[in-house]
């Protein structure tokens, strides 16, 4: 059975008996400004600090999700330019990065963070409209965070012998760094700072669909005035990343993306040298009991999984609530919901933005509608959605079983799946009960809960009364089929040294 929660809907319940009334509930459209953005018409490649054009001579569209409109092109990186950028980033590495002093590389990482703060709000523009997310999200998360990863892993660069007492600390050497669209410019901040903190030198790939920060990046770094050849950045799709993969002069793969491409990649240098770190899907349970302050889970659910259209490899994805406390859970998602602005990722009302691709579109429509063929009740916001873009309502699931595939495939969307427990144990079952480990969230009043659930849940992150928060100093990453290394805290620099 399929519901949809209609505009008036909700307007009665907030305001009854004055449901009909346009004064009540329309919101001024209050778009962020793009006058003050330079996006060029064509990206080159960014290999030894300067703009090169790519060995094939092909170039790739790069759209806004949320219009389809082209706003700019980029360059196609092959296995020859991968080759040239991994030897600018092999003699920066022999040559400078490795030999000069740590407090001079942090100043360099210094520098990258205070650039990225300066141009904060075009890079939040470039992000939103490249990639789909709410400008809200954008300028208050992404961008932010990006610049607090590099002044974080700056203040170690010349610290390494205090995160590894009493060994010492050398770096890998050349790594190849591949990256998803959900925070294009925040992934690369993950990567980039670590390895640079840590002595290393880079080539570092974007996803396909959202390379323009990543090419405001290569521009910061440039006026950071870093060697060149520390950072390279090359755009293109798969096969790009497949020919950095295979690469014989890289000593470290690190990659955030699907399980899919993750395993591929494992295959790939299985009986090389390279080191590796994997962080890929997710399907995170959520976890309400029924002594839990109701509204703020809801309103954490909400941030879990519809903020950012769900596009969030530890989106909590599986909501598992007490079968006491269900009814008033459902009502309240339900009311909640209703009240999610969908439309104009620019907008700074806007909650929930565009679908990144259509790819990532039809993925989702292909698993909702799995959904409601296994029988599942399909709760669903009837919003008035642009008539160009990719857009996707809202939408939950209840009466969903453990086996079904919205239960157990990472959606990738503003899709969430409601199953109940009645006891503890039940509840650690039935969310361990995935091939994925990432992260997970649990509601209780009872702080004795709180411990005994995260020492069950087989997730890299728990998060307890709260939800998707991220800070530089945390680790992040999977169990199982989600990966394996971490990124952030002192951590996040093991998979970048190697230690005697
Ligand atoms: P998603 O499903 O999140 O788009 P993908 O795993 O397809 O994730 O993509 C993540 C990143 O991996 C992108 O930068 C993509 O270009 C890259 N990629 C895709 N296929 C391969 C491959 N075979 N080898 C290396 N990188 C790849």
């Known amino acids: 059975m399929t519901t949809t929660i209609t505009e008036l809907e909700t307007r009665e319940r907030l305001q009854p008996g004055l449901a009909s009334s346009s004064m009540l509930w329309e919101y001024a459209p209050s778009l962020e400004s793009t006058d003050h953005v330079r996006v060029a018409p064509r990206y080159e490649l960014f290999i030894g600090g300067k703009f090169v054009e790519p060995h094939s001579g092909k170039y790739f569209e790069t759209i806004n999700p949320a219009t389809e409109e082209r706003l700019s092109e980029v360059a196609e990186a092959d296995a020859e330019d ?110 980039l700072a670590p390895a640079l903190a840590a002595g290393n030198t880079i080539v570092l790939k974007p996803a396909e669909t959202t390379p323009l920060t990543a ?92 903020f950012n259209q769900g596009h969030v490899c530890c989106a909590g994805s ?48 292909e698993l909702v509608d799995s959904g409601v063929e296994e029988g599942a009740e399909m709760v669903q916001t009837q919003c008035t959605l642009p008539s160009r873009g990719f857009w996707f309502a809202p939408t939950f699931f209840t009466g969903v079983s453990q086996s079904s595939r919205i239960a157990q495939e990472e959606i990738f969307g503003p899709v969430l799946s409601v199953l109940t427990f009645r006891s503890p144990e039940e509840a650690l079952e039935k969310a361990n009960n995935t091939p994925y480990g990432l992260s997970a969230g649990v509601w209780t009043e009872k702080g004795s809960r709180i411990l005994k659930m995260a020492a069950k849940l087989r997730a890299g992150v728990i998060w307890a009364n709260t939800y998707n928060k991220f800070d530089p100093a945390s680790p992040f990453g999977g169990y199982k089929e989600s990966g394996f290394g971490r990124e952030g805290g002192i951590h996040g620099l093991g998979p970048y040294v190697t230690l005697s």
């Open 318 to 365: 599986r909501l598992f609530v007490q079968e006491s406390v269900v009814e008033p859970i459902i009502r309240k998602l339900r009311e909640r919901i209703g009240t999610l602005r969908v439309g104009n990722p620019l907008d700074k009302n806007t909650d929930v933005g565009a679908i990144n691709s259509r790819a990532q579109l039809e993925k989702i429509r």
């Open 82 to 191: 991968v080759d040239r950028a991994v030897k600018e980033a092999r003699r920066a590495y022999e040559k400078v990065w490795r030999k000069i002093a740590p407090s001079e590389r942090a100043k360099y990482i210094f520098r990258i963070a205070r650039l990225i703060q300066e141009k904060s709000r075009a890079l939040a523009v470039v992000e939103t409209m490249n990639g789909g997310k709410p400008i809200k999200e954008s300028r208050d998360i992404d961008i932010p965070l990006a610049a607090a990863h590099f002044f974080y892993y700056a203040g170690w660069a010349d610290k390494l012998e205090y995160a590894f007492p009493n060994r010492n600390v050398a770096p890998v050497g050349v790594a190849g760094q591949i990256i998803p669209w959900n925070f294009p410019l925040l992934m690369a901040a993950w990567k």
């Open 215 to 306: 090419m405001l990046l290569a521009e910061i770094i440039q006026e950071a005035e870093l060697p060149p050849g520390v950072v390279n950045i090359l755009t293109g799709a798969g096969g790009t990343g497949a020919a950095l993969v295979a690469h014989p002069d890289v000593d470290k793969i690190a990659f955030t993306g699907s399980t899919d491409v993750g395993k591929r990649i494992q295959r790939a240098i299985a009986g090389t040298k390279k080191k590796l770190t994997l962080e890929l899907g997710g399907k995170a349970p959520n976890i309400i009991f029924e002594d839990a302050p109701l509204d703020q889970a809801v309103e954490g659910i909400i941030n879990g999984i519809y």
